[in-house]
């Protein structure tokens, strides 16, 4: 398993790499020159080549990138061009509130699709197992802004039940803010339940054809035990990684959520970066988003050796 794992652990330090050239590269390709872009179009050309060099942009571009990944990983993302203050400072606070949601969205997702995926395998080929895999697909089907238009006109406006601006005020506690976040919550368990609940009823439908649990079943165990101890933990394999690719679309992917919620999450802070050609908190924050998908895969990697013993004698590359 310490082999599995670092060779998880190698491969993630290469794919950040290449994700800070990409991210590099695809920022120097922005339109226009970066001082100009900060001061107008009406800035003398003197100050914008002050301007330049006071932030770097002047030097070649290896240096910039050099220094760019070296401030990085040390915790240091610079200063923002549009606003003059700290990266984190927008970006920390963003991440944060991202990192709530998609929480709250697996809290609510995860259970509930391997709930359904189990009952559909259970009963294969019945009228439960038809009904939760089409309900999973048509929900997959429908965009998230569709479900998540559905959602505030349902409950925000027409039965008030739940808030429709999942930006709480200052001083909420915890239980507050769940509240306002479960509506946009609910739009992404729509999107996902889906993927995941097909995942674990496939998943589910293979452990219950294996040798194991056929001889766990002449064993004279019960089927509850049979399906807790044998079918479960290896049915859930598929599953978390599915759950561990969609952390990265929870985490930096819901633009459309964040806008249609007003929701301040890092998605909607990167968006607002690329807008004013903010060069320095776009490049910090698509590589900050990169770094939790990664963290996620890994501990998915982890998860994944715990659950199947193969890897931990080396059987599994």
Do not use: C
Request: avoid cysteine.
């Amino acid at each position: 398993m310490a082999r599995f794992l670092a060779n998880r652990l190698a491969l993630s330090i290469v794919t950040l790499f290449i994700l800070s050239v990409i991210v590099f590269a695809a920022t120097q390709l922005l339109p226009g020159d970066v001082g100009r872009n900060v001061l107008g179009p009406f800035a003398d050309q003197k100050s914008v080549d002050l301007f330049n060099h006071q932030v770097g942009a002047d030097r070649p571009l290896l240096v910039q990138y050099g220094d760019w990944i070296w401030k990085f990983l040390h915790g240091d993302m610079g200063r923002s061009l549009q606003y003059q203050v700290s990266v984190w400072s927008l970006l920390g606070p963003s991440l944060v509130n991202s990192l709530k949601l998609a929480a709250e969205a697996f809290v609510l997702v995860v259970p509930l699709s391997i709930l359904g995926g189990v009952a559909a395998a259970l009963r294969r080929g019945r009228l439960a197992d038809r009904a939760i895999t089409i309900t999973g697909l048509s929900l997959t089907a429908v965009p998230e802004f569709v479900s998540a238009i559905f959602l505030i006109v349902a409950f925000g406006v027409f039965l008030t039940w739940l808030p429709v601006n999942a930006q709480w005020p200052q001083g909420t506690g915890l239980v507050g803010q769940m509240r306002y976040l479960l509506l946009p919550s609910l739009a992404l368990v729509m999107v996902l339940f889906g993927y995941i609940a097909r995942m674990a009823r496939h998943g589910t439908i293979e452990a219950l054809s294996a040798d194991y649990t056929r001889t766990a079943y002449l064993n004279g165990l019960g089927t509850t035990t049979v399906i807790g101890r044998h079918v479960l933990r290896n049915a859930l394999l598929p599953t978390i990684a599915v759950v561990a690719t969609q952390t990265g679309y929870l985490i930096g992917g819901l633009l459309v959520i964040e806008k249609l919620f007003n929701y301040n999450g890092i998605g909607q802070r990167i968006y607002i970066a690329a807008q004013n050609k903010d060069v320095t908190m776009l490049q910090s924050g698509v590589l900050l988003v990169g770094v939790v998908y990664l963290v996620a895969t890994f501990i998915a990697d982890l998860l994944y050796s715990v659950l199947n013993p193969r890897i931990r004698f080396g059987s599994v590359e």
